[in-house]
């Protein structure tokens, strides 16, 4: 996946908070793997919440400490955390500087109103023609209305959060070979 210009990628952590408490579907063990894959493979990652600025995250890794590699990594590195601490927010996202977009813990219709603002910019991917990634929370309505010629992956197994990434970095490589030949 080499190109001089590199893949742009959005991790979209659907809620900040549910009422006072954080929200239980977004959490460093599902935010970490995918957050790695793109990283790996060199692609700009940037964090989003729909306030922006910190990511309330259950649990606190600080009182539960997970043994998961990846989880460590993200713990140990500096800028991963910077991210975290430091989100865009959803009115500060501008679609044309993604490749694509990846939803984790996203709860409701994507076609419907969204006071969050999540379910808009899922549709402005879609739209313009850009892949989007859905890890959901609780009571997803993804009927396909609307999605015109984007590609929605939607998950919610085990791996599903690593494959829907890789998936997405796949389908960024074929648009851009498409693109070159077009």
Same mark, same amino acid.
């Given at each position: 996946?080499?190109?001089?210009?590199?893949?742009?990628?959005?991790?979209?952590?659907?809620?900040? %908070?549910?009422?006072?408490?954080?929200?239980? &579907?977004?959490?460093?063990?599902?935010?970490?793997? #995918?957050?790695?894959?793109?990283?790996?493979?060199?692609?700009?990652?940037?964090?989003?919440?729909?306030?922006?600025?910190?990511?309330?995250?259950?649990?606190?890794?600080?009182?539960?400490?997970? &043994? &998961?590699?990846?989880?460590?990594?993200?713990? *140990?590195?500096?800028?991963?955390?910077? @991210?975290?601490?430091?989100?865009?927010?959803?009115?500060?996202? #501008?679609? @044309? @500087?993604?490749? +694509?977009?990846?939803?984790?813990?996203? *709860?409701?219709?994507?076609?419907?109103? @969204?006071?969050?603002? #999540?379910?808009?910019?899922?549709?402005?991917?879609?739209g313009d023609?850009?892949?989007?990634?859905?890890?959901?929370?609780?009571?997803?309505?993804? +009927?396909? &209305?609307? +999605?015109?010629?984007?590609?929605? %992956?939607?998950?919610?197994?085990?791996?599903?959060?690593?494959? +829907?990434?890789?998936?997405l970095l796949? %389908?960024?490589?074929?648009?851009?070979?498409?693109?070159?030949?077009?």
């Amino acid at each position: 996946m080499d190109h001089p210009t590199p893949i742009r990628l959005l991790i979209i952590m659907s809620a900040n %908070v549910v009422g006072e408490a954080p929200n239980v &579907e977004i959490s460093i063990e599902r935010i970490a793997p #995918v957050y790695y894959i793109f990283k790996d493979v060199k692609a700009d990652v940037v964090l989003a919440t729909p306030t922006g600025g910190y990511a309330a995250l259950a649990p606190d890794l600080r009182q539960f400490p997970s &043994e &998961e590699r990846c989880v460590q990594r993200f713990l *140990s590195d500096r800028d991963a955390r910077d @991210d975290l601490a430091d989100t865009l927010s959803l009115e500060q996202i #501008v679609i @044309d @500087d993604f490749d +694509a977009a990846f939803c984790i813990g996203f *709860s409701g219709s994507i076609w419907g109103a @969204d006071d969050l603002g #999540v379910a808009p910019v899922i549709r402005a991917f879609l739209g313009d023609r850009k892949p989007v990634a859905i890890i959901p929370g609780r009571g997803l309505d993804i +009927a396909a &209305e609307g +999605a015109g010629g984007g590609l929605l %992956v939607v998950g919610d197994g085990g791996q599903s959060a690593a494959l +829907a990434a890789l998936a997405l970095l796949n %389908v960024i490589e074929l648009r851009r070979q498409f693109a070159t030949t077009a």
